[in-house]
């Protein structure tokens, strides 16, 4: 079991070198990756150069940098500022209202930037002091901007699931083509869960509709804002063209299968950067010099992004050289455990591991073991990939929590012990349970 015994290793080093020592998530990929190279024998220097070839050659990466810029675009050019403000004009004079624009903008911006701390911090910068105006107390506030973050995990195209589906394990048994729609229908069924959250928050508080003089009236939010809901249009082009009847059609015109030619990884981050850019035209830079210092201000995303995703997937090829699907698949199906339990087992662990580490790292670690371990149950594949991604989005709901909790806290001005009781049972132990209700048949992805 030499595989079980290197991934007890690199969980080890990764947990150490971002828990114990407090270093950055990129390098302790890079720590995994080299602990477990040993594990694979005497072609230990071959494997890995062929596992890190594999990893940077792979357009996941690209298509993940395309998106750390996309989110990093729409928010210089002010586009999710725009926004935020349309949804606060429309619903934020009810009852809990900046409560429900804070739920509803980080469904939206889920959809879109992916990023769990960006989603908190765009979304927490704006809501989170509208929702103490409103007489929600800080802890509340900060454990629902923290909570809602992790959508960022639950909706097509996260850095999660591109690592997912990307790896060695998961990738023979899992087109990204085919986990668009289920991870879409999985996505909803946690936003239904945002919400109802959402309504407890706001019943059990005593907040108050939000005053006029802190929202834009309707038709000045419309007048500046309508046109940022073309983001949402245009993810459905490079959809479209890639799925029934339309690529049927295209293909047969084209003399060609469109579903192989068009990448929809790549093609949905390059048209909401041009529809972004398109939007915030006015505050683009206006000559070389003022690009290059966009540029500039953008690459530390990049380098901690970049690093973290490649060395992730070094990482997994590397685990799954050491026989470590098979072998985690052979011990958890000798314990002859009923699919329910067996669910709750892979959930338990992918959220232990999500605690301390990030969703993306969570995938790489033991994410792909649980989909191989589901499928070899008779789970399908689209349906375990779903809900382990969706037991990994608890980066912010499980002590010492990730990222998105210490920024809405920062946001907010409050000790985030305060806020984790509330994340265990508000968030960590429902997304829980849907994992489990998803793998079991109960909720149809």
């Known amino acids: 079991m030499i595989g079980i015994w290197a991934l007890g290793a690199y969980l080890a080093v990764i947990l150490l070198w971002t828990t114990v020592l407090k270093r950055s998530v990129g390098e302790a990929m890079i720590l995994g990756f080299i602990v477990v190279l040993p594990f694979t024998g005497a072609s230990a220097v071959q494997i890995g150069g062929a596992a890190l070839y594999a990893a940077v050659t792979d357009e996941i990466v690209y298509a993940t940098m395309a998106f750390v810029f996309m ?4 928010d210089k050019t002010g586009v999710l500022d725009r926004l935020i403000d349309l949804l606060n004009s429309l619903i934020g004079g009810v009852k809990g209202g900046p409560a ?42 900060a454990t629902l ?13 996260s850095a999660s699931m591109f690592v997912l589906v990307g790896s060695a394990t998961v990738g023979p ?44 009236p309707v038709r000045a939010a419309f007048g500046r804002g309508w046109a940022t809901m073309l983001l949402f249009v245009v993810v459905a082009i490079p959809l479209t063209i890639t799925s029934g009847s339309i690529a049927t059609a295209l293909s047969d015109w084209t003399g060609g299968d469109v579903t192989q030619s068009v990448s929809v990884i790549v093609w949905i981050p390059v048209v909401l950067i041009i529809t972004g850019a ?25 380098g901690i992004v970049g690093v973290t995703v490649v060395f992730a997937f070094a990482g997994a090829n590397a685990l799954a050289a050491t026989g470590l699907p098979e072998q985690m698949t052979t011990v958890l199906n000798q314990m002859n455990l009923p699919l329910w339990l067996l669910a709750i087992l892979i959930g338990l662990i992918v ?13 790489a670690a033991v994410g792909t073991v649980g989909v191989a371990t589901l499928v070899a ?46 994340l265990l049972t508000h968030y960590a132990l429902p997304l829980l349970g849907i994992g489990v209700l998803i793998i079991v048949g109960v909720l149809p992805v």
């Open 145 to 157: 901007v923290a909570g809602n973050a992790g959508m960022g995990i639950t909706f097509p195209f």
């Open 377 to 422: 149950a008779g789970v399908p594949a689209t349906t375990a990939a779903v809900a382990v991604l969706v037991f990994s989005s608890c980066e912010a709901a499980v002590p010492p929590g990730g990222a998105p909790l210490y920024v809405a806290c920062g946001i907010a001005d409050v000790d985030p012990v305060k806020t984790f009781a509330r």
């Open 100 to 141: 429900w624009v804070s739920t509803v903008a980080s469904a939206g911006l889920g959809g879109v930037v992916h990023n769990q701390a960006a989603i908190a911090a765009t979304v927490g910068s704006v809501t989170i002091p509208w929702m103490e105006k409103s007489r929600l107390d800080k802890p509340s506030a």
């Open 173 to 216: 048994l899992l087109d990204v083509d085919d986990l668009v729609l289920p991870l879409l229908i999985g996505g909803l069924w946690c936003f239904l869960h945002r919400l109802i959250v959402t309504w407890l928050l706001i019943r059990t508080s005593g907040m108050a509709p939000l005053d006029a003089a802190h929202r834009l």
């Open 71 to 74: 989110g990093y675009l729409l």
């Open 351 to 363: 959220i232990a591991v999500a605690a301390p580490l990030s969703a993306t790292a969570t995938m």
């Open 278 to 302: 398109l939007l915030g035209r006015k505050r683009l830079p206006g000559s070389g010099r003022a690009w290059w210092a966009l540029l500039q201000n953008s690459a530390p995303r990049f």
